[in-house]
């Protein structure tokens, strides 16, 4: 029973040591790294290139996996390129197995990384930043990590003389196949595949297992760690559900090579290295590990955009996307969070402003109301989402960024109300000034609506802030002139009312269209991983 509790406990160590890691790992990247993450992806093989890195630097296949949904529904990737990354983060899980054989087994450094515990511990009482305290998380995390598995290296031994290779199913075809199922079991119960991957290593080093048994629990772990991505889909807009379906089929055929190959591995392997440090089996099953991935994906890469077509059509699109991104499972990440809605209320800005023109050149009635629902709906659903994102424990830029969309939705919403009851409005062709005027709003809504969708939106902002006020001051004079003529009688008061009521209107506009565009430079700077640093916001105080 003690033998037992010493490798469960080897186990749960393990398991705290990765979370301690990978959370200190993902605090200390930070937003650079998923930002890199999506600006280097530019083809399936760069995408498998920045996964496979990105899952290696964060010790983490989930995380890399949350913030490929999120950049595929904000639009910034496309899902071809996505499934690049999705089959590199593979390859970088494999990086643990090689740590633990390296560092545990041949450079006997297991003890030597103990008083990293103590001194991740005492980090964390006395650190002051955030930097610090993910700095203590991955040394703590680390020494963590090798102390559960010198207990489970220890049980393991202790087990030597009663669990041999004889206590698990036998060495054919259908053996392996229940040890198969089995490591699928042991990562739906860990919900990691490198505690599975670690324990194996730690009985093949003292022949409890067989290096093919071994093999087979391998090869099961790698396939079980898709339910983490489908549990997370369920629920989850569409990209996600197509992800873990992708996730779910990808593993499956790199598992079913691998186990199809794995005695001829074993042979090819051990034929050729008869001594010496790769005659391991440790080694040996590490390397099978990354090998079997890292051919899953050179075989599966040229053929991935068939593969996306494939699993688009296993999922073909059923839903408004727009409001479908919105995905609820990317609020623990809230730059990816806030990255999903500026892309939504960009796209917004576009509809909006198309809206306009045909409002403004009496387009049909029945194409702007339902051109104006679909708008409102939208804005309604991404306001909520925005109301949603939690950024009291995030980092000031990001809390920046969250209360300028805010902001920007606030003046969105107001603009598009506006344009809806634009019809109120009569007698823009009645007067060329108005109707210049009204012109050169729609003009200016265009090019802040298209610069919202790239990094010219500085640019534009500061046009639309000079149009409002140019416009504001023209108002009173332009007022005072019309209440002249309608006093001594050479405009209708009416006429004369509703001139001044479609001056307001226009000014309204176009402030809100400024206030709209600064807000939203604001939180795209941010969070937009594809911008450089913009120039100095032209400072303007109005009181919203």
């Known amino acids: 029973m003690e033998k037992f509790l010493l490798v469960a406990a080897g186990i749960g160590l393990f398991l705290l040591?990765?979370?301690?890691?990978?959370?200190?790992?993902?605090?200390?990247?930070?937003?650079?790294?998923?930002?890199?993450?999506?600006?280097?992806?530019?083809?399936p093989v760069s995408g498998a290139i920045s996964g496979a890195l990105s899952t290696a630097v964060l010790q983490s296949s989930s995380a890399t996996t949350l913030v490929t949904i999120g950049f595929v529904s904000a639009g910034l990737l496309s899902f071809g390129h996505a499934?690049?990354?999705?089959?590199?983060?593979?390859?970088?899980?494999?990086?643990?197995?090689?740590?633990?054989?390296?560092?545990?087994?041949?450079?006997?450094?297991?003890?030597?990384?103990?008083?990293?515990?103590?001194?991740?511990?005492?980090?964390?009482?006395?650190?002051?930043?955030?930097?610090?305290?993910?700095?203590?998380?991955?040394?703590?995390?680390?020494?963590?990590?090798?102390?559960?598995?010198?207990?489970?290296?220890?049980?393991?031994?202790?087990?030597?003389?009663?669990?041999?290779?004889?206590?698990f199913p036998p060495d054919t075809l259908s053996g392996r196949f229940l040890l198969l199922l089995l490591g699928v079991a042991m990562t739906l119960v860990t919900q990691s595949s490198s505690v599975g991957v670690a324990t194996a290593l730690a009985a093949l080093a003292v022949d409890s297992i067989s290096f093919a048994q071994a093999a087979s629990l391998v090869i099961g772990m790698d396939i079980g760690t898709t339910a983490t991505a489908l549990f997370g889909a369920i629920g989850s807009n569409l990209q996600a559900?197509?992800?873990?379906?992708?996730?779910?089929?990808?593993?499956?055929?790199?598992?079913?090579?691998?186990?199809?190959?794995?005695?001829?591995?074993?042979?090819?392997?051990?034929?050729?290295?008869?001594?010496?440090?790769?005659?391991?089996?440790?080694i040996a099953l590490v390397a099978f590990h990354t090998l079997?991935?890292?051919?899953?994906?050179?075989?599966?890469?040229?053929?991935?955009?068939?593969?996306?077509?494939?699993?688009?059509?296993?999922?073909?699109?059923?839903?408004?996307?727009?409001?479908?991104?919105?995905?609820?499972?990317?609020?623990?990440?809230?730059?990816?969070?806030?990255?999903?809605?500026?892309?939504?209320?960009?796209e917004l800005a576009m509809q909006l402003v198309t809206t306009f023109k045909q409002v403004a050149s009496g387009g049909t009635a029945m194409y702007t109301l339902q051109a104006f629902n679909d708008i409102q709906q939208t804005l309604s659903s991404l306001r909520q989402y925005a109301?949603?994102?939690?950024?009291?424990?995030?980092?000031?830029?990001?809390?920046?960024?969250?209360?300028?969309?805010?902001?920007?939705?606030?003046?969105f919403s107001r603009l598009a109300n506006r344009v809806e009851h634009m019809d109120d409005i009569t007698v823009f062709d009645k007067h060329p000034t108005l109707q210049q005027t009204l012109e050169n709003a729609i003009e200016h809504f265009d090019q802040v609506a298209t610069?919202?969708?790239?990094?010219?939106?500085v640019t534009s902002t500061e046009a639309v802030q000079t149009f409002w006020q140019t416009l504001n001051r023209q108002t009173e004079t332009y007022r005072n002139t019309l209440l002249a003529e309608m006093s001594s009688?050479?405009?209708?008061?009416?006429?004369?009312?509703?001139?001044?009521?479609?001056?307001?209107?226009?000014?309204?506009?176009?402030?809100?269209?400024?206030?709209?565009?600064?807000?939203?430079?604001i939180a795209e700077k941010v969070v937009d991983p594809f911008l450089k640093k913009p120039p100095a916001l032209k400072q303007a105080r109005p009181t919203v």
């Not at 990808?250 to 691998?258: I, R, S």
């Not at 226009?506 to 430079?521: C, D, E, G, I």
């Open 241 to 282: 559900r197509r992800t873990a379906i992708s996730h779910v089929i990808y593993n499956l055929m790199t598992g079913t090579f691998a186990f199809l190959l794995l005695k001829t591995y074993e042979n090819v392997w051990f034929g050729a290295f008869e001594t010496g440090f790769w005659s391991a089996p440790e």
């Open 451 to 457: 610069a919202m969708q790239s990094p010219d939106i």
């Open 17 to 43: 040591g990765m979370s301690l890691m990978t959370e200190g790992l993902r605090a200390l990247s930070g937003t650079w790294l998923p930002k890199l993450l999506a600006r280097f992806t530019r083809s």
């Open 83 to 167: 499934l690049g990354i999705l089959f590199g983060a593979n390859i970088g899980t494999t990086i643990t197995g090689w740590l633990v054989v390296l560092i545990g087994f041949k450079l006997k450094l297991a003890d030597l990384l103990m008083p990293l515990i103590p001194l991740g511990a005492l980090l964390q009482i006395f650190s002051k930043t955030k930097r610090l305290l993910a700095l203590a998380k991955i040394l703590a995390g680390f020494g963590i990590l090798f102390l559960g598995f010198s207990m489970i290296q220890q049980g393991m031994t202790d087990f030597r003389e009663v669990l041999t290779p004889a206590a």
């Open 489 to 521: 009688g050479a405009l209708k008061v009416e006429t004369g009312y509703d001139v001044l009521h479609a001056q307001r209107w226009l000014k309204r506009v176009s402030y809100n269209l400024w206030r709209l565009a600064y807000h939203f430079q």
């Open 387 to 411: 109301g949603s994102i939690k950024t009291d424990h995030a980092t000031e830029k990001t809390q920046q960024a969250h209360l300028a969309l805010v902001h920007a939705l606030e003046h």
């Open 292 to 346: 079997f991935n890292l051919l899953g994906v050179l075989l599966v890469l040229p053929w991935t955009h068939q593969f996306a077509r494939l699993i688009k059509s296993i999922l073909p699109e059923r839903e408004n996307q727009r409001t479908a991104r919105l995905d609820p499972s990317l609020l623990k990440n809230p730059d990816t969070a806030l990255l999903v809605s500026t892309t939504t209320l960009a």
